[in-house]
Structure formats: C-alpha cells, structure tokens
C-alpha cells in the first residue's frame, strides 16, 4: 500500500539566503522549520545569483547537492570539488562550504540515521519498501506506478510526487513526442535505517 501526495509551486515555502532564494518543496515532519534546524529531512530548490556564496552551517546533517544547470565549483577544506550539472555530491553539513559559480540547484539536508539517494530518474526503478520516494519534475511528466495498484501520474514542471510506500514499487517515467526522456525529474529515496 502506498500513499501519494502531489504539491504544486503554489504549496511551497519561499524564503531568501545569502547567495540568493530558496524553495523548500518538502520537510519532515511539516511542522518543523529550517532556522531551528528541528527536521528530519528537507528537499529544496535553490538559485544561487551570486559569483561566490557560502553555503549556510547544517552541523548534525549530512547534505546532497545536484546542479539542475551549469558546472559549479566548492571549496571545503582547502581542497576544490569541480562538480558537472547533475551530478549529485554528498558532504557533511558541518564543513564551510564556499560555491563558485551561478546555478539553479537541488538541495536534501537530512539527519543521520537516514539512506538517502538522489539520481535523475531513468525509465524505470523500483522503490524498495518502507521508503519515501520523491519526485520533482524538471519537465512535464508522465508516471506509470505499478505496486499493490497501477495507476498513471502527470507531474508539470516544478510539481513533486511524494511516495510513501509499505511495499515494493515500480515508478516508469513514459516518453512522448514532445518530451525526451533525458533529465526529466529527479528521484530522491529516504529511508530510515533499522536500528540494530
């Protein structure tokens, strides 16, 4: 059994950092907020309009970054990370972070505790059991989701499909004439790990 919930921009908190604006397009639980740094798990949009930024401290967060644009450049430590667009890159929230380059970006600041992937979605995965999966459209989409029912899903550009699966799950992403398959969503998993 899975459940499904879409939002659409106009369900999405804005708010501005240093290096630009942001899109929160999910916390966990909702009524957690970022400045208290009191979530389990966030997804957002980033634009980054400025040569150079500093990227804000998570200290006991781990983090994913994904340019949706251009080739971007971070300084942790001394060490440079030339980073391609969509190419995802995970670090520790904690290390100062400095960004060289303008883009449009996909950021999940998680705890420890969580597995958390972040890839373009291809043509066909399977979501494993007892995971989130979300999906953020970067085109307009077409879904097929094949677990205990199958059913069709349209995603518009900026929309987000949330999946919160108890069994395994198919997600097919279908072509048209119109869209190409290549970068049309992102597919972010998040699940909590047993504890041993």
Not at 10 to 36: C, F, K, M, N, R
Not at 156 to 163: F, R
Request: charged share 25%.
């Amino acid at each position: 059994m899975e459940r499904i919930e879409k939002k659409t921009s106009a369900d999405y908190l804005i708010s501005t950092w240093s290096g630009g604006q942001t899109i929160e397009i999910l916390v966990e639980p909702d009524s957690s907020h970022l400045a208290q740094r009191d979530f389990e798990f966030r997804l957002s949009t980033a634009t980054v309009t400025t040569d150079r930024s500093e990227f804000s401290d998570f200290t006991g967060y781990q983090r994913i970054l994904l340019s949706l644009d251009r080739s971007i450049s971070l300084v942790q430590s001394g060490c440079w990370i030339d980073l391609k667009a969509f190419e995802p890159y995970s670090f520790d929230g904690k290390l100062p972070t400095i960004c060289y380059g303008k883009c449009q970006d996909f950021n999940v600041i998680y705890k420890d505790g969580y597995d958390v992937s972040v890839q373009i979605l291809k043509e066909r995965q399977v979501i494993l059991p007892q995971t989130t999966a979300v999906i953020y459209a970067l085109a307009d989409s077409s879904l097929l989701l094949s677990g205990d029912n199958t059913q069709r899903q349209g995603l518009l550009k900026n929309e987000t499909l949330i999946l919160k699966n108890q069994t395994a799950l198919q997600v097919e992403l279908l072509s048209s004439r119109k869209q190409p398959l290549t970068n049309s969503a992102i597919l972010t998993t998040i699940k909590k790990q047993s504890r041993r």
